[in-house]
């Protein structure tokens, strides 16, 4: 879907910089680098930029549990693992995606509402935090 709004410098920069992570930056990490090549652009641009991608389905928003808002700019389904040694969030790409999708869809419960979405992030160890682990023990 291609944002149809006026055109904008920063903004492209914005979606361009997230577009290019795979490490579904903050948007902290993103104003660091931006700013390299717009010093005068301010955190809350990048904010309320990042905001705007995500409300016209240009991002998506990921929540997760260390307290800082991540975002990816790959808007295709699919899911995500969050290591809970260092915190490293990656894509998850699953055999059967399309199996678990459809049981988070149609959850089977007496559940009579209506799903528009979900948010999930697996968590565990990575593999490098998981051959520390077994290194040290």
């Not at 577009?19 to 955190?43: C, F, G, Q, V």
């Not at 260092?86 to 699953?94: E, F, H, I, K, Q």
Request: charged share 30%; hydrophobic share 30%.
């Amino acid at each position: 879907m291609e944002v149809q709004t006026r055109h904008s410098t920063r903004r492209d920069a914005v979606l361009e910089c997230l577009r290019k992570h795979h490490d579904h930056p903050t948007a902290d990490m993103l104003y660091n680098e931006i700013r390299r090549d717009y010093p005068n652009i301010s955190l809350g641009t990048v904010y309320r930029n990042l905001n705007f991608f995500v409300e016209h389905g240009e991002a998506v928003r990921i929540p997760v549990t260390d307290g800082q808002t991540r975002f990816d700019g790959n808007v295709k389904p699919h899911f995500h693992f969050r290591c809970s040694s260092c915190g490293a969030l990656l894509d998850l790409n699953l055999e059967d995606e399309r199996q678990l999708e459809e049981s988070l869809d149609h959850p089977k419960t007496d559940f009579k509402g209506s799903i528009t979405g979900y948010d999930l992030v697996f968590t565990g160890l990575c593999k490098d935090c998981l051959k520390k682990k077994k290194e040290t023990a």
